[in-house]
């Protein structure tokens, strides 16, 4: 028998992760009894979780607390579309044991594709080489362009996303430096890194690439002095968080080191306030969060839990189920 099942998320969130095919799919292996719904819409009408065994969610998706749990007395699985499940959880749904699978392993398919085509652009010095003919009116010389022949590219965490990125790095010939206190040995020789402490990441790299999680634990990790110590000509990229960065010293660095770029996918807040000099400083490169998955690349997510939803019907354990200890240390 088809497990029961709903979708419970946003309405963009739903139209982008679960597209026709995948509701298709999904509506073949579990019998959805009812129109996607919001947080808000389940709230408003908590009947309609009662016969829920497996949830479907993503951005937007509902907190597991009390309340939500005891309308649900029957839900087994939820399936999130999407990253981090940390807004979502709390101690009721842990205790309760329901597994939840999130799509955080396919999100870094698409944050480690970004990264890897900043890191290579850096390398050749490519934001600089932008600004200087804009604000010039003509090309800046060809000067401290370290390129991809052994040069050095800094990863800072090695979970799925740093990981990742190390594996594209590969094909190239590059040495990388790596900082995680929690890698050992032998899992920096098969991503083929060289462990080392943050400050020499920093001081050796021809490009860092930050991806840490934000937690308690590494809010304001990235100082100033860390950017100051950086090579001539070299170039900081952050994927990750921007609550990992102290970011008023960062700008008081960059204004030190204008030779220094740093590319900014994420910012804290976000975006950067009005007026802040991050939106002005000629050697900051801004994106608007665009690193994670995008329109199409959503798919990828939805198609992860189609796979995750075929493992529990069969009694197979999930590829990318979170534990309640898992989820102390992911984004």
């Not at 800046?140 to 800094?154: C, D, L, R």
């Not at 083929?192 to 021809?206: A, N, Q």
């Not at 990318?320 to 240390?329: D, Y």
Request: a neutral charge; charged letters at 25%; hydrophobic letters at 45%.
């Amino acid at each position: 028998m088809k497990p029961k099942g709903l979708f419970i998320l946003d309405k963009y969130a739903y139209d982008v992760i679960y597209g026709p095919e995948e509701r298709a799919e999904i509506a073949r292996l579990a019998d959805i009894y009812a129109p996607q719904q919001t947080a808000a819409d389940a709230a408003a009408n908590p009947a309609v979780l009662r016969d829920a065994e497996v949830i479907f969610s993503g951005w937007g998706g509902p907190k597991m607390d009390d309340a939500f749990l005891a309308s649900a007395p029957r839900l087994k699985a939820v399936f999130y579309g999407a990253g981090s499940i940390r807004y979502m959880m709390t101690d009721a749904f842990w205790i309760r044991g329901i597994a939840i699978s999130s799509a955080y392993g396919v999100l870094a398919v698409s944050v480690g594709e970004f990264a890897l085509a900043g890191i290579l652009f850096s390398l050749k010095r490519g934001w600089h080489f932008i600004m200087s003919a804009r604000r010039d009116g003509k090309h800046a010389p060809h000067e401290g362009v370290a390129g991809a022949f052994g040069s050095t590219v800094g990863i800072i965490s090695l979970g799925m996303v740093g990981r990742r990125v190390c594996g594209l790095l590969k094909q190239f010939d590059l040495r990388v430096l790596a900082y995680d206190p929690f890698a050992d040995a032998r899992s920096a020789a098969e991503l083929g890194v060289e462990l080392c402490p943050l400050d020499e990441l920093f001081r050796r790299s021809d490009v860092v690439s930050l991806h840490t999680p934000w937690l308690k634990e590494t809010e304001g990790m990235i100082t100033g002095e860390h950017l100051r110590m950086m090579k001539r000509g070299s170039t900081f990229i952050n994927t990750s968080r921007g609550a990992i960065v102290r970011e008023d010293e960062m700008i008081e660095a960059l204004r030190a080191r204008p030779d220094v770029y740093a590319v900014l996918d994420v910012t804290h807040p976000e975006p950067p306030v009005a007026g802040s000099p991050l939106w002005t400083l000629p050697n900051v490169v801004l994106t608007p969060h665009v690193a994670g998955p995008m329109e199409g690349e959503c798919r990828r997510m939805g198609q992860a839990m189609i796979s995750e939803l075929k493992r529990f019907i069969a009694g197979e354990k999930l590829q990318w189920g979170i534990t309640r200890e898992m989820s102390a240390k992911l984004a």
